[in-house]
């Protein structure tokens, strides 16, 4: 399997072969960027894989060139310089009311989480020395306005990726509008000034938004040293706890030479695991007829108003009242249904349904009203 | 054999099939194992699977091609991924992470409907008809490419290990879970097709002020990371297939990038847009998480090899020694990776890490891959703190709990792999336990 170091063989150093085992290996150089191995890809060999090396020298002219279009389509991702920040503008009280609509549900209010989901504000910068295995220190608070190096990583992802369920569903105003409620909402400045509701935030003054805690990772990638700065990071072990040693008896770690080491067994045992935890061997129980996703959901929380016209609502199969709700679009009903409308109470009055069992629910709804 | 013969009942020498059962297992094991095996005792006790017919040994089985596409025995059917609330970042299970049942895999490929799977905005589905990936920023020539074009070039297949850097995170500050599932099983092994990426490149004159490349994803995240070029020309691929299928949806389907013993979360799934540049994106995945915060109250960021790893998979919590009798010969097996190269060496403690022995690697030891390592051990009934301690051929050892603790502390999250240690206790069982000093 591993090959002998040539050149340690043809200068006679086979002794040290046999008691060392750092001579055996794949030929690689100890000079990656991340403080490993590279391999030579030689001889139609790349380690333990043949190769065919004649992949290496041919150059092969696939696919074709993007449209202009094309790339303004997909090239939008927005950079700390501002590049990519698009048009539009929002004020801080616009974003609010937009965040306790599209956002409260799981971020909570104000974004104090709270519900399960990432907790976007609140906190102290100061929090992020905390150990808990100092008594009486909380977990550090790693949020927008504690943690995050960047503010342009703050409205590309809420462009992107949220609302969880609809992403890329914000319009270029809404999108500035939330961002700069989020900022505000963590204490955030802008050149220097408290954001107050009145402030509208735009590609203009974007760049003077202030992150708090700018500076507060290393190694520093940015500007022409960058990638050196990693490559010196990942040199050396300490920084990072590569610092163990091989040591093979009477082993203490240094500094603990004097001291009994204890065992720490598992003091509040997480069970919570699914599907619970089984290794049994045997015939599963026979499965339940395959239905709709949503259709539980509808039973239980729905079908009692739904299920008939009585109480005003639109009839589970009204395909009347159900064209005329799926013609304003999903997004505005899942807002009735999330806030409810006239007689209909906010998710049908089950508080804990989630924005996914929702669609899953409408979506049945929808599908059974045709 | 004469021994056996003359504690034989006359009951047993009447049937002459069992004698012949008996006579053969006899002289095929070796002298400690006979007496185990084959005491008086067992001996009396016929086993009803081997008198009576079985019902599949007498009824006709299914069609051949019952199931076009194979599935696991039906028995198997509790050997799955396992998830639970705390490693969600939602109330439902679409941005969550699941883990495999290191306990009941063997070798080092991980079946592909077993592999771990993180996502952040559930499981994409795309369409390949309609996928495209396109390659675009400091090169000379920006290019898409449908999922036939990707295919044209010329394939390469390697074995690499996906590791999610929070695999382990829950025991920072002390062992929370019972099961080698949940303390290691963030992480698969899979043989990996597709193309190098240089492979594409070289005809695309990445220029040399580019630095670092963003990778993207299509899924409903967005999922996006900034990858340094350096890494892309040495051994980073396109792939499309795992375990001589295509990826599974999960997985990233139709491709994904993957940058060998590099974070999981770098291998960005359902990939659609490469772009060269010379400054980092400063990506959601990489300030937001994916940083480990330090005791300084300064994190680290671009953290991106899965360090020199081990975990003993045999015993285990789920695989304890409560079956074993003083004097049996038992192996202890484990896995090894390291993403900074190659295992080289790995050693086992008995006594929570004051002495050492050598184990032995065992099958195909590949760079950047699962590693098995086995140790042949005669069970004494004593209780043991098992530990296991592997090498890179980058001289990396893994560190202890303490040494481990006391530069990166407890609140770090990611990039755990301080040595693991199984209590095994007098009758038996395993637990997960911590040695500190």
């Known amino acids: 399997m591993f090959k002998y170091d040539r050149k340690l063989i043809t200068t006679g150093l086979v002794a040290i072969l046999i008691s060392s085992v750092s001579a055996f ?40 060139t993007p449209t202009a279009n094309e790339l303004k389509a997909w090239d939008r991702d927005i950079m700390p310089d501002g590049t990519g920040l698009p048009d539009g503008e929002g004020s801080v009280e616009d974003g609010d009311e ?71 569903s914000l319009t270029n105003n809404e999108l500035y509008a939330i961002t700069a409620y989020l900022l505000a909402a963590n204490g955030i400045k802008v050149d220097g000034q408290e954001m107050d509701d009145e402030f509208v935030l735009s590609k203009e003054n974007f760049l003077k938004i202030e992150m ?26 300490k920084n990072y706890g590569a610092v163990g040693k091989r040591c093979m008896s009477n082993c203490k770690d240094p500094g603990m030479e004097d001291v009994e080491a204890t065992v720490m067994g598992i003091d509040y045992e997480l069970t919570d695991v699914k599907p619970p935890y089984n290794n049994t061997r045997n015939l599963p129980k ?38 005329k709700i799926t013609k304003q679009g999903l997004q505005k009903t899942m807002i009735h249904t999330i806030e409810g409308i006239g007689g209909m109470p906010p998710k049908g ?14 979506d049945y709804m929808i599908s059974n009203s045709k | 054999m004469t021994k056996i013969s003359k504690t034989s009942t006359p009951e047993t020498e009447q049937s002459s099939r069992r004698d012949f059962f008996r006579k053969t297992a006899a002289y095929s094991i070796s002298a400690i194992a006979a007496t185990t095996v084959l005491s008086p005792a067992k001996l009396l006790a016929d086993d009803e699977n081997i008198i009576h017919h079985t019902p599949w ?13 194979g599935l696991p025995s039906p028995y198997e059917h509790n050997v799955v991924r396992r998830t639970a609330s705390l490693l969600s970042s939602a109330g439902d299970m679409h941005a969550a992470i699941s883990l495999s049942p290191l306990a009941e895999m063997d070798g080092i490929i991980t079946p592909n409907g077993l592999f771990f ?62 099961s080698l599932q949940f303390v290691k099983g963030m992480m698969s092994c899979t043989e990996w097709t597709g193309v190098r990426l240089k492979t594409i490149l070289a005809d695309l004159g990445v220029k040399p002020e580019a630095k670092w490349m963003l990778a993207e994803g299509g899924d409903g995240s967005e999922m996006s990371r900034t990858v340094p070029v350096e890494k892309v020309m040495d051994d980073a691929m396109i792939v499309y297939a795992m375990n001589g299928e295509a990826l599974r949806a999960e997985q990233g389907y139709p491709i994904r990038l993957l940058l060998p013993g590099w974070e999981a979360n770098l291998c960005v799934k359902w990939l659609k847009r490469l772009e060269f540049g010379d400054e980092p994106w400063y990506c959601k995945e990489e300030t937001s998480k994916y940083t480990t915060l330090m005791p300084s109250g300064k994190a680290i960021q671009h953290f991106y090899p899965l360090e020199v790893n081990s975990i003993i998979t045999s015993p285990c919590p789920e695989k304890p020694w409560t079956e074993l009798k003083k004097g049996d010969i038992v192996e202890i097996e484990g896995l090894a990776w390291s993403g900074k190269g190659t295992v080289k060496l790995v050693d086992i403690s008995f006594d929570g890490g004051k002495n050492w022995v050598e ?38 050892v893994q560190p202890t709990v303490n040494q481990e603790k006391a530069i990166i502390g407890v609140e770090g999250v990611y990039h755990r792999n301080a040595i693991c240690t199984w209590e095994v206790k007098e009758n038996g069982e395993v637990n997960n336990v911590q040695v500190r000093s």
């Open chain 1, 25 to 64: 290996g794949y030929e690689g150089k100890k000079d990656a960027l991340d403080g490993g191995m590279t391999y030579p890809r030689v001889n139609g060999d790349y380690t333990a894989y043949k190769i065919n090396e004649n992949i290496d020298k041919v150059k092969i002219n696939n696919g074709r």
């Open chain 2, 57 to 69: 040994g007498t009824t006709l089985g299914d069609e051949l091609n019952k199931n076009p596409y």
């Open chain 2, 359 to 396: 184990a032995n690697l065992k099958g195909l030891v590949l760079p950047k891959a699962w590693t098995r390592f086995s140790y042949i051990y005669k069970y004494d009934g004593k209780p043991l703190l098992l530990q296991s301690r592997a090498m890179d051929d980058a001289d990396d």
């Open chain 1, 212 to 237: 708090p805690n700018k500076d507060g990772f290393y190694p520093d990638i940015d500007g022409k040293d960058g990638i050196e700065n990693v490559r010196k990071f990942f040199a050396d072990g």
């Open chain 1, 98 to 168: 937009l965040y306790e609509s599209l956002c409260a549900v799981c971020h909570g209010d104000f974004g104090a989480g709270g519900v399960g989901y990432p907790t976007l504000t609140g906190g102290d910068i100061s929090s992020l020395t905390n150990q808990r295995t100092v008594p009486g220190k909380d977990a550090p608070k790693r949020t927008i306005g504690t943690y995050w190096p960047q503010a342009s990583t703050l409205i590309w992802y809420t462009r992107d990726a949220m609302p969880y369920a609809h992403p890329k």
């Open chain 1, 349 to 362: 009055g089950n508080k804990d349904l989630t924005e996914w069992q929702i669609q899953l629910i409408l």
């Open chain 2, 117 to 178: 799977t993180r996502t952040h905005n559930g499981v994409a589905h795309i369409d390949p008809n309609k996928h495209r990936l396109m390659i675009h920023g400091m090169i000379d020539k920006p290019i898409v490419l449908t999922m036939d074009d990707i295919k044209k070039y010329p394939r390469e297949s390697v074995i690499h290990f996906l590791e999610c850097p929070s695999n382990g995170a829950a025991e920072w500050k002390a062992p929370q879970f019972n």
């Open chain 1, 286 to 323: 026979v499965k339940k007829t395959n239905s709709h996703p949503g259709k539980e959901g509808y039973d239980k929380n729905c079908a009692v108003c739904h299920a008939t016209d009585t109480m005003g609502a639109p009839r589970l199969g009204d395909s009347e009242a159900w064209a």
